[in-house]
């Protein structure tokens, strides 16, 4: 199989869990059957959104959904038989080090939902403990391979967390830390893994304030041949304004196919919802005009 997907790819992700359920709800420890049902409802609403915004035209060949399996297994399922892009993710929620949600059974699981991507999101830092980096890259690799062996799409979400030295060389800014030296830091993550057998087809990056910084990273995505394999950028939580600069810098570069945007677009209006303060169809119209922004504003960066 060749590695890559280079189409568009314009991603509603709801894959969170504990952050979901700690942050939203405020839930701590294991979740009763109830807690859980209700968990799932919330992503149903999002999902609904989803359908809206591909219903009121975004083009369905480039649309997608990241949901997890622990709250969004009917949804998943659905998604699948409607003939939606879907990603599920296959880490365990809320760890430092990437290890398998489900273990040994990781395969069976992805098989069950036949996601068009399996997703990992990955903490790494190239200056990082070397042992935990080739800890991570080992089974990393593993996943690469089966997806790869299985015709399976990998998407690989980098992050790249500040090590205490080197967010003293920007003086504990972060937002300096970001800036000057993260870009180069995900550069040579993205070699260091490639060099260690993973194979990402596409690779979720973290907003990027520069252009060349952009170019940069799709360069080591692609180097080597890899000429198919597609970036994305993540809203990472930002306000309004943060995520339209980064949409516009990241689609003004071939290479970056689109973006994957949740927080941004769903957090504040099922809070209301939650709250009672909006109906649960006003909060699906205002996600659904949430993600139809981005499609917009990605694609008109994108055609100028």
Not at 140 to 149: N, P, Y
Request: charge should be neutral; proline fraction near 4%.
């Amino acid at each position: 199989m060749s590695v890559g997907f280079d189409k568009p790819l314009y991603i509603l992700p709801f894959d969170h869990r504990g952050s979901f359920q700690t942050k939203m709800f405020g839930w701590k420890g294991a979740l009763t059957p109830e807690q859980t049902a209700q968990i799932a409802a919330a992503k149903e609403v999002i999902y609904d959104a989803f359908k809206a915004a591909v219903a009121g035209g975004i083009p369905k060949e480039k649309a997608g959904i990241l949901v997890d399996e622990q709250f969004g297994a009917a949804i998943l399922l659905d998604a699948g038989k409607h003939g939606y892009s879907t990603s599920c993710p296959a880490e365990k929620s809320g760890q430092d080090e990437f290890d398998f949600e489900y273990g040994e059974d990781f395969g069976k699981h992805i098989e069950k939902f036949n996601p068009t991507f399996c997703k990992v999101l990955v903490r790494y830092n190239p200056e990082a403990d070397p042992v935990l980096n080739q800890r991570q890259a080992t089974r990393l690799k593993r996943l690469s391979d089966w997806l790869h062996s299985h015709n399976k799409l990998y998407m690989f979400e980098l992050l790249v967390p500040a090590e205490k030295a080197q967010l003293a060389k920007v003086g504990g800014d972060v937002k300096a830390y970001d800036r000057e030296l993260r870009p180069g830091l995900m550069v040579q993550t993205i070699h260091q893994l490639q060099d260690a057998g993973v194979e990402g087809d596409v690779w979720k990056i973290e907003g990027l304030d520069r252009r060349e910084d952009c170019e940069k990273v799709v360069a080591a995505a692609r180097r080597g041949g890899r000429s198919k394999v597609g970036c994305i950028i993540l809203g990472r939580g930002e306000d309004d304004k943060k995520v339209r600069e980064w949409l516009t810098i990241a689609a003004s570069v071939p290479g970056f196919i689109g973006f994957a945007v949740g927080r941004t677009t769903f957090w504040d209006p099922l809070i209301d919802f939650r709250a009672g303060k909006l109906a649960r169809e006003a909060a699906v119209a205002e996600i659904a005009r949430r993600y139809r922004e981005w499609v917009d504003i990605f694609d008109k960066a994108k055609s100028s």
